[in-house]
């Protein structure tokens, strides 16, 4: 058997057509501000995906560069200018922060209604209340690629690796607000190849190349691969990313997997466009 493979892009596009369309219909474009501090790469390439895929659908992006010496309090001013700004609809953070900082109190310190990352606990605790909120990006692309399966997930055994904040908790409680049972397995769990190979739909946020191999997979299920991770090229050669599920012995078992890259990913920042639409449409009392 060979798993379908669900693509994250045909859906981001599907998305971003929609967000466009509401976006024209605004008397004046979103505004999302990205804080980046110091010049950590990988926070300098997402912020460039964000600036791009903002572009696409007319959201104005503005990134602020912050110095990687500042202080708590100096960023907490800097986000308290932006929470202050009558222009700004979204604030974004842009992880990780220089060493040193305090992360959770400057995702804290943004304005609830800004906070289009979905990091504010305010957020968080909207989410576990099964209420509306600016929910967790990468949490929401996951949960949308399983919905995009059309599989039943009221009763549903839902496997969750991982127990972020930002990524495996927010999923879980969303999928247990869809009516799915839903188990978390972390880094203490005993057995966990136990567990997921008891998942009809297995959601994993590791961190680890490749750990979930394809034995571990219950036959048709649905995996969502949330991992990236750099695998260097050996003598000189370019490097590659991989996701946390070993995709070609998973492909072999599921019943649907998202591929690494391509899966998650182009959807994780698409989430970050919506939510910035929505907070704008909030904020003007437009919705
Ligand atoms: P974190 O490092 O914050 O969390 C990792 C989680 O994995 C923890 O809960 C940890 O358990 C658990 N874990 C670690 N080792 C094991 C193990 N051996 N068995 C079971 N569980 C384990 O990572 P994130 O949630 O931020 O990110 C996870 C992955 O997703 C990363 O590869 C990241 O790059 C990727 N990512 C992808 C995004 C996208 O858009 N596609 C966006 C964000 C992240 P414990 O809590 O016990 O320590």
Redesign the pocket.
């Known amino acids: 058997m060979t798993a379908t493979i669900l693509e994250g892009k045909p859906i981001a596009e599907q998305i971003r057509a929609e967000l466009s369309a509401q976006i024209d219909a605004m008397d004046r474009p979103p505004v999302l501000v990205a804080l980046i501090c110091g010049d950590d790469a990988g926070a300098r390439s997402y912020a460039r995906m964000q600036a791009k895929a903002a572009a696409q659908v007319g959201i104005e992006y503005d990134l602020r560069e912050l110095p990687a010496e500042i202080a708590d309090e100096a960023l907490h001013e800097e986000i308290g200018k932006l929470n202050e700004d009558p222009l700004v609809d979204g604030i974004i953070l842009q992880s990780p922060l220089p060493k040193g900082l305090d992360e959770p109190a400057a995702q804290a310190a943004i304005d609830p209604d800004k906070d289009v990352d979905g990091v504010h606990p305010l957020n968080l605790g909207l989410v576990a209340a099964d209420r509306e909120a600016l929910a967790p990006?990468?949490a929401q692309?996951a949960v949308r690629l399983i919905e995009e399966t059309g599989v039943e997930l009221r009763g549903a055994e839902v496997v969750v690796?991982?127990?972020?904040?930002?990524?495996?908790?927010p999923a879980a409680l969303m999928l247990l607000d869809r009516g799915a049972t839903v188990t978390v397995?972390?880094?203490?769990?005993r057995d966990?190849a136990a567990h997921t190979s008891q998942a009809e739909v297995l959601v994993?946020?590791?961190?680890?190349a490749e750990?979930i191999r394809g034995e571990m997979i219950k036959p048709g299920a649905v995996v969502i691969d949330?991992?990236?991770?750099y695998v260097p090229g050996e003598g000189g050669a370019k490097g590659h990313y991989v996701?946390?599920v070993a995709f070609d012995e998973a492909v072999e078992v599921a019943g649907t997997i998202t591929p690494?890259?391509g899966?998650?990913?182009p959807?994780?920042?698409t989430m970050l466009l919506k939510n910035t639409v929505e907070a704008a449409r909030r904020r003007r009392g437009t919705r």
Not at 226 to 229: E, F, H, K, S, T
Request: proline fraction near 3%.
């Open positions: 990006c990468t692309s690796v991982g127990r972020s904040v930002i990524v495996g908790k397995c972390r880094s203490t769990t966990l994993v946020a590791i961190g680890r750990m949330v991992g990236i991770n996701g946390d690494v890259p899966g998650v990913g959807l994780t920042v």
